[in-house]
Nanobody, 126 residues
Framework: QVQLVESGGGLVQAGGALRLSCAASGRTFSSNAMGWFRQAPGKEREFVAAITPSGGTTYYADAVKGRFTISRDNAKNMVYLQMNSLKPEDTAVYCC???????????????????WGQGTQVTVSS
């Protein structure tokens, strides 16, 4: 059974940066794809970024492309989301999630993921 725990959220001014971390338990981590999603108040959960098991391929939502970077350390069972040039519209609860790797899968679809963390709040002030 996989457990995911996020950390690193907080309050930051617009233009600032934060680095989110997701610690994963379970032996399947290194063979799974990982994703980050976010949910703002009154809005649906939306895709932010995803990374394949080896870390060789990454995917980003258009809204964060060029500002956010997803990475992973399989030796530590960790996945990260470096967020730069933050905007007030990035304010949300950010969750990491895991899914089985399958070439050609659309990792932006939240239905693909079978385990989720509880999330960490990110607030960007203007």
């Amino acid at each position: 059974q996989v457990q995911l725990v996020e950390s690193g959220g907080g309050l930051v001014q617009a233009g600032g940066a934060l680095r989110l971390s997701c610690a994963a338990s379970g032996r399947t981590f290194s063979s799974n794809a990982m994703g980050w999603f976010r949910q703002a108040p009154g809005k649906e959960r939306e895709f932010v970024a995803a990374i394949t098991p080896s870390g060789g391929t990454t995917y980003y939502a258009d809204a964060v492309k060029g500002r956010f970077t997803i990475s992973r350390d399989n030796a530590k069972n960790m996945v990260y989301l470096q967020m730069n040039s933050l905007k007030p519209e990035d304010t949300a609860v950010y969750c990491c999630a895991t899914t089985y790797y399958d070439r050609g899968t659309n990792y932006a679809r939240k239905e693909r993921y079978y385990a989720w963390g509880q999330g960490t709040q990110v607030t960007v002030s203007s």
